[in-house]
Each structure stands twice: as structure tokens, then as C-alpha cells.
């Protein structure tokens, strides 16, 4: 699977963004797609997945009830929208293809990395 994320930018906080990531592979339509992020000085954290059937979803306790992931197959696109945004959700986010069709939460459930898309929150 080849994933290609784009649509991060500045937003002030409080503010909206969504990111999203095309990916490409016979694989991408049978698996779970997730995102993770990587602050300065920070670990990559688990974010949001959802499973092959679009359903399934799950959320890291720091974006839940803010951050919506979603997943539409004709476009094979994968998608996070993030309201209420914070300057601690200042990171570079990155999709991931899962190796399994169902979510999951951990690094080894994900098999294909996309190149990351900045997203800054000012204050």
C-alpha cells in the first residue's frame, strides 16, 4: 500500500482541520487505515484506525470526542477531521496501512507509512 497524506496546515486553536490520505495498493481495500502523530521531542502516538468495512473505529484518549476518522472506498481515501483543535495537537501527522482488516492501536499493527503532513495549532 502507497498512502500520500495531505491537507495540514495552521489553524488557531479552537479552530478546524481535516487531513486526509489517498492510498493506493490491492491491499487498501481488505485492511484497517490508521493515523499517528509525532510532536518535537515526542514519541509517535496512535491517533485514530478504522477497520476495512469503514466501521470499527478507534480513537487515542487525548483526541476522542474532538477527531473523527472516516474512510471512503470509492476514493480510497482516508480521512481525520479535527475540531476543538489544541497547540498540543501541534504534530506531523502520518496514515498508515494496517495488516489486518480489523483496527488496532499499536506500531506493529500497521504494516505501510505515508510521508506525513504538518499540522500546527497556534494559541
Known amino acids: 500500500v502507497q498512502l500520500q497524506a495531505s491537507g495540514g496546515g495552521l489553524v488557531q486553536a479552537g479552530g478546524s482541520l481535516r487531513v486526509s490520505c489517498r492510498a493506493s495498493?490491492?491491499?487498501?481495500?481488505?485492511?484497517?487505515l490508521g493515523w499517528f502523530r509525532q510532536a518535537p521531542g515526542k514519541e509517535r502516538e496512535f491517533v485514530a484506525s478504522?477497520?476495512?468495512?469503514?466501521?470499527?473505529?478507534l480513537y487515542g484518549d487525548s483526541v476522542k470526542g474532538r477527531f473523527t476518522i472516516s474512510r471512503e472506498k470509492a476514493s480510497s481515501t482516508v480521512s481525520l477531521q479535527m475540531n476543538s483543535l489544541k497547540p498540543e495537537d501541534t504534530a506531523v501527522y502520518y496514515c498508515?496501512?494496517?495488516?489486518?482488516?480489523?483496527?488496532?492501536?499499536?506500531?506493529?499493527?500497521?504494516?505501510?507509512w505515508g510521508q506525513g503532513t504538518l499540522v500546527t495549532v497556534s494559541s
Open positions: 498508515a496501512g494496517g495488516r489486518r482488516s480489523y483496527s488496532g492501536e499499536s506500531f506493529s499493527d500497521y504494516a505501510s
Open positions: 478504522i477497520s476495512w468495512s469503514g466501521g470499527g473505529a
Open positions: 495498493g490491492r491491499a487498501f481495500s481488505n485492511n484497517a
